[in-house]
């Protein structure tokens, strides 16, 4: 039997590097995007799955082209997941203007081609699913990170309109916004966050975020956010006055310091 095809991007560490082990233990092809190729190489080396690796930095033009191509091309892919990603703390203005602009086109830009690619082999099968990787953070504006805030919201608004683009032509392929938190992975190491200063009660294992947008998959759900706490504070979120969560972000920020540039 032909086994399924997954390519997950961002796969050398955290999320995507867990989402290759979950999907491997499921009987998956993998084709794993990365920048890191001895870190690629290691976690092919493994898995047991049938494996190949793409060493990519898909905010270069001519490397997300290939990345497109490989995905494009493959009538088996069944899923893709658009894990790639990194934040950028401090104020917007006091921040490098080309790491802001490599953060659009790794949040917005390669999400927006491999989707297209994805779609265009898998919409004449009639199956397959994407899961684009956001945040909680796209759900409410948060100054000093701002942009991310904000990419992760057009990646909401994206999956759901595209969620609607299939339903509207009785499309078997799903689509899936996963929302986690903060989750244990380096992208905060990246990114000069302090886990000290964040509760400890609202960390997260990845293997419980790929297992809840997995679980999310089999029934379809658009938006997974992982964790009881998250589902709330999203709830809570959506019902309170636009004012006061504005009111409240403000206050926030101004309490941690979070607007400013960490050295």
Known sequence: MTKPIALITGASAGIGATFARALAARGYHLILVARR????????????????????????????????????AEPRIDLLVNNAGFGIPGRFWETDVEM???????????????????????????????????SVAGFVHSPGSITYSA???????????????????????????????YTYSEFHDVAGIDRKTIPAALWTAAEDVVEASLAGLERNKLFVIPGWRY???????????????????????RRTRRDRARP
């Open 37 to 72: 190729r001895d870190r690629l190489e290691a976690l092919a080396a493994e898995l047991s799955a049938s494996t190949e690796i793409m060493e990519a930095d898909l905010t270069d033009p001519a490397q997300l082209k290939l990345v497109e191509a490989r995905a494009g």
């Open 231 to 253: 589902r709330l504070l999203v709830r809570f979120l959506r019902v309170m006055p636009a004012a006061w969560v504005r009111a409240g972000s403000i206050w926030y920020a």
């Open 151 to 181: 990419s992760k919201s057009w990646i909401n608004s994206f999956t759901e309109g595209l969620d609607m683009e299939l339903k509207s032509m009785g499309s078997a392929v799903r689509v899936q916004a996963l929302c986690p938190g």
């Open 100 to 134: 802001q602009n490599q953060l659009h086109l790794l949040h917005i830009v390669a999400i927006m081609r491999l989707t297209h690619a994805a779609l265009g082999a898998m919409i004449p099968g009639n199956r397959g699913a994407i899961v684009n990787v956001s």
